[in-house]
């Protein structure tokens, strides 16, 4: 199904995965199931990346949810490290160079740069997408417009 993946890049590689999460959205209506699925398709058509995944706020707590990479810490505190200070500003939090990030929880020692994306159900936070990449300055303009959509897919589609 994905084995043509290799042969765009960019943009329309970036089109081609948005379209892809769009389709597993609309399919299928298992959480847990649709966000491994998108990780798993970010990892795909997303390259330099380290770790790919999601932590679901629970009890005012993000808590590790599916993800690609090494183990990472399960438990982030809301205004903690660049996960729990995206869930708290509700806004997109982009890291050039972690090391210079105040706080910033290091999961796994090749991180040099991060993205978190909000997710929302209902106007509520339900949770952050983080990705990491071993390249400083991974998520630059293109990255962060189409992460962006992304994640509004995610969004409508916990509306439901
Ligand atoms: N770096 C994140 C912690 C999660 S790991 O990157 C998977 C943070 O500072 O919140």
Redesign the pocket.
């Known amino acids: 199904m994905f084995e043509h993946r290799q042969a765009v890049s960019g943009r329309e590689g970036y089109d081609i995965m948005l379209s892809v999460v769009s389709d597993m959205l609309a399919d299928e209506n298992d959480v847990c199931a649709n966000l491994a699925n998108i990780g798993a398709v970010i990892n795909m058509y997303m390259d330099r990346l380290n ?1 790919v ?1 999601f ?1 679901i706020m629970k009890d005012g707590e993000l808590v590790l949810g599916p ?1 690609q ?1 090494k183990p ?2 399960v438990r ?1 505190k809301v205004g ?6 995206a869930a708290a500003r509700r806004e997109v939090v982009v890291v050039d160079d ?1 090391h210079q ?1 105040e ?6 020692s090749a ?1 040099n740069s ?1 993205i ?1 994306l909000p997710v929302y159900q209902h106007g509520q936070v339900y949770g952050v997408l ?1 990705i ?1 990449s071993p390249e400083f300055s991974r998520f630059g303009e293109l990255e962060q417009e189409v992460l962006t959509k992304l994640a509004d897919k995610i969004s409508s589609f916990l509306r439901k």
Not at 103 to 108: E, L, M, R, S, V
């Open positions: 770790w995944g932590y993800f990479g990472a810490c982030i903690s490290g660049v996960c729990g200070t972690v990030f706080g910033h929880i290091a999961c796994d991180s991060e978190v983080d990491d």
